[in-house]
């Protein structure tokens, strides 16, 4: 307020100056413009009173109460059953008429057949000693040979021989075995049906490790082509396969039926597998 009064002040004091000089100076304006100019200056030497404005106070509104739901009945709805699908329409089956097959119009070639007699005599003469051979070599013996390995491989120095027993016999004989592998020597079960069918059992009896065979006497009796390697010497009660002893077992029905024979049968083994 103090800076607004001495700039006011400072304005009339060079408006009076002004005035002053008047009488001195020419004046260049109308009458009515220094009446103007002096009813401005005056009004512009008073004090304007600053007016408060009065602060609105913020009116709050009562905010209306939500409107309860009104649960109305749900419309009822009648449903009816789907309808039941059109019968499909059978259309008749299509005649297909097959065409004759197409026969030759010429005759067929004639098989010339050729011996080769010509090719013969010059292979007679320039390597006589390698023959020919009308019909392919049987590869029998070859193929032993070839499989000679597995059979070596399923032998062991005790090799108890099974063959289609039923499943009570075959786990006596596991037993048999463990026992024997336990306490007497190395003994497993050996499949005799693949070594009967591949024709194997010079390749079997010719393992070097292998000692002795049990087999039940009906097993043996099955078997033709180990059958041909079995050999019975009644004096000095001995049985063979090959060169390989031979320790028969009776019908394992009979262990089954009666558990304590086991134990003879323990002891006929431990006595020749020990002798």
């Given at each position: 307020?103090?800076?607004?009064?001495?700039?006011?002040?400072?304005?009339?004091?060079?408006?009076?100056?002004?005035?002053?000089e008047?009488?001195?100076?020419?004046?260049?304006?109308?009458k009515e413009d220094?009446?103007a100019f002096?009813?401005?200056a005056?009004?512009?030497?008073?004090p304007?009173p600053v007016?408060?404005?009065?602060v609105?106070?913020?009116?709050?509104?009562e905010?209306?109460?939500?409107?309860?739901?009104?649960?109305?009945?749900p419309?009822s709805v009648?449903i009816?059953p789907?309808?039941?699908?059109?019968?499909p329409?059978k259309?008749?089956a299509?005649?297909?008429?097959l065409e004759?097959?197409?026969q030759?119009?010429?005759?067929?070639?004639?098989?010339?057949?050729?011996?080769?007699?010509?090719?013969?005599k010059?292979?007679?003469k320039?390597?006589p000693?390698?023959?020919?051979?009308d019909t392919?070599?049987?590869?029998?013996?070859a193929k032993k040979?070839?499989?000679?390995?597995?059979?070596?491989?399923?032998a062991?120095?005790i090799s108890?021989l099974?063959y289609h027993?039923?499943p009570?016999?075959?786990?006596?004989l596991e037993?048999?075995?463990?026992?024997?592998n336990?306490?007497?020597?190395?003994?497993?079960?050996?499949?005799?049906?693949?070594i009967?069918?591949e024709?194997?059992?010079?390749a079997f009896?010719?393992?070097?490790h292998?000692?002795?065979?049990i087999?039940?006497d009906y097993t043996?009796w099955?078997l033709?082509?180990l059958?041909?390697?079995?050999?019975?010497?009644?004096?000095?009660?001995?049985?063979h396969?090959?060169?390989i002893p031979?320790f028969?077992?009776?019908d394992l029905?009979?262990?089954?039926?009666?558990p304590l024979l086991k134990?003879?049968?323990?002891k006929?083994?431990?006595?020749?597998l020990?002798?």
């Amino acid at each position: 307020m103090l800076s607004i009064q001495s700039e006011v002040g400072k304005l009339i004091q060079g408006v009076l100056e002004l005035l002053d000089e008047e009488k001195r100076l020419p004046i260049l304006a109308s009458k009515e413009d220094c009446d103007a100019f002096r009813l401005w200056a005056s009004q512009a030497a008073k004090p304007k009173p600053v007016e408060e404005k009065p602060v609105a106070k913020p009116v709050l509104k009562e905010e209306p109460p939500a409107p309860k739901p009104v649960y109305a009945p749900p419309p009822s709805v009648d449903i009816q059953p789907p309808a039941a699908p059109p019968a499909p329409i059978k259309m008749p089956a299509p005649k297909i008429e097959l065409e004759a097959p197409l026969q030759p119009s010429f005759a067929p070639l004639p098989i010339l057949e050729d011996s080769f007699a010509d090719l013969r005599k010059i292979w007679a003469k320039i390597n006589p000693s390698a023959p020919l051979f009308d019909t392919l070599p049987d590869d029998e013996t070859a193929k032993k040979i070839a499989s000679r390995w597995k059979t070596k491989n399923a032998a062991a120095e005790i090799s108890i021989l099974s063959y289609h027993e039923p499943p009570a016999q075959k786990a006596l004989l596991e037993e048999i075995a463990k026992a024997v592998n336990i306490l007497l020597g190395p003994a497993q079960i050996v499949a005799a049906e693949p070594i009967e069918k591949e024709k194997q059992w010079e390749a079997f009896l010719a393992v070097p490790h292998l000692k002795l065979t049990i087999a039940c006497d009906y097993t043996l009796w099955q078997l033709g082509g180990l059958m041909q390697h079995y050999k019975e010497t009644p004096s000095q009660g001995t049985r063979h396969l090959g060169s390989i002893p031979v320790f028969l077992l009776p019908d394992l029905s009979l262990y089954l039926k009666d558990p304590l024979l086991k134990r003879s049968l323990w002891k006929a083994l431990c006595q020749t597998l020990c002798s």
